[in-house]
Structures are given as structure tokens and as C-alpha cells.
């Protein structure tokens, strides 16, 4: 399914401050890097993906949020949250701020 451009427009506007950002299509979707490591991103079905690290547990417990699992199994520091939970500029930016924060802790990648 195609990317939302709206969607990631909003993603896009969420980042704009971040030093280091870039994209590349993963997951089959569109994702955001920051000095190469992935911090979250967006699928074909319009959920926002994000890699949060041991954070993890605090988020799963928030509404629309679920472990990230389009394999089967749970991907360990990753969580997908519905549409629903992102709608508005506060909540994306509350979300991309977790992801954004875990990205930053790694060292970059070349």
C-alpha cells in the first residue's frame, strides 16, 4: 500500500529541528534515521513506527499503542501506534520524541 504523503508531511514537520535526519523505505514503509539509526517512520496502513529501545514497556500502555510485530513475533524496542493516537501535531511530537531520544543514544552509523 502506497505512503500516505499527508502523514508523512506531519512526520516530516515533527523532525524538521532534528540534526542528523534523513529517510530511506524500510519495513515497507516510508522511515526517518537520525545518524543512520532509525527512529521511527510510517507504514502503507498509516501507523507510525517507532524504535524506542527499553522505553518499550511506559508506551505500550498508552491508547493506540501495540508492539510492532508485521513479522508475526514482537520486534524488541519497536511499537506501532494507529493512526488515532498521532492524529494531532501535540501527540505526534509527544511520540516522536521517544524514538528521537533512543536514535540520539546510539552511536551513528556511517
Known amino acids: 500500500m502506497p505512503i500516505d504523503q499527508q502523514l508523512a508531511d506531519s512526520i516530516r514537520d515533527s523532525l524538521i529541528e532534528?540534526?542528523?535526519l534523513s529517510e530511506k523505505k524500510m519495513f515497507g514503509g516510508l522511515c526517518f534515521l537520525i545518524n543512520g539509526n532509525m527512529a521511527c517512520g510510517l507504514t502503507g496502513m498509516g501507523d507510525l513506527m517507532l524504535r524506542v529501545g527499553p522505553a518499550l514497556e511506559n508506551l505500550l500502555s498508552k491508547p493506540h499503542a501495540r508492539e510492532m510485530d508485521f513479522t508475526g513475533r514482537p520486534m524488541k524496542g519497536f511499537v506501532f501506534v494507529g493512526q488515532e493516537g498521532w492524529?494531532?501535531?501535540?501527540s505526534l511530537k509527544e511520540w516522536t520524541s521517544h524514538a528521537v531520544k533512543f536514535a540520539q543514544s546510539l552511536p551513528p552509523k556511517n
Open 18 to 20: 532534528v540534526e542528523g
Open 87 to 90: 492524529s494531532d501535531e501535540n
